[in-house]
């Protein structure tokens, strides 16, 4: 978190709140032991989604980077700057449907891996097309390793990275 600009204040809360999270498991109707969180947070803790956002933040730079140097091409001309959104405990990643682009991502992604041990379950993950043909979605699928996927909801406004007109929404 000093890498990111936090001062030794706002560190020393968070380490303070990780530092004292307890929990206990009620059984049959009395709590039972306190148990001390040395490892990991509990599940639903509302600092997680705070402190997962903190840890993707390298990632959505290695990226940014990739594209100020000229490795990976810009989404668009003007306006969309970030390939991740982040959010709880999803990431969502932008990545044009090109051989090159797709390959460059990965190793990413294996590089952010070996630097913070995180490693993205491409099973669990899935290709989700915006204006794609079915070739570029095939070869998105096989150099990633993961399947393509559906939204599951649907938004009502069409995803585009272009403006669109009024027929279109």
């Given amino acids: 978190m000093q890498h990111l600009g936090f001062g030794p204040r706002w560190r020393s809360w968070i380490c303070g709140i990780l530092a004292t999270s307890t929990a206990k498991v009620i059984v049959n109707g009395d709590p039972g032991d306190t148990i001390y969180n040395c490892k990991s947070l509990r599940r639903g803790d509302p600092i997680s989604p705070m402190l997962f956002i903190l840890t993707m ?10 594209t100020r140097r000229g490795i990976l091409e810009p989404l668009a ?8 959104s982040i959010f ?8 044009k449907p090109k051989p090159l682009e797709l390959e460059i991502s990965k ?5 952010f891996g070996e630097a913070s041990g995180l490693r993205i379950n491409m099973a ?5 097309p915006i204006r794609c043909n079915d070739l570029e979605i095939t ?10 996927g559906s939204f ?13 007109s009024p027929a279109q929404l």
Avoid: T
């Fill in 124 to 128: 669990k993950s899935a290709i989700l």
């Fill in 88 to 95: 709880a405990d999803d990431v969502v990643v932008f990545i």
């Fill in 152 to 164: 599951s909801i649907k938004y009502g406004l069409p995803l585009s990275l272009r403006k669109q």
């Fill in 107 to 111: 190793r990413i992604f294996e590089m």
């Fill in 139 to 148: 070869l998105a699928s096989i150099e990633l390793g993961c399947p393509r």
């Fill in 77 to 84: 001309r003007s306006g969309v700057r970030q390939r991740l």
């Fill in 57 to 66: 933040e390298p990632l959505q730079r290695m990226f940014e980077q990739a």
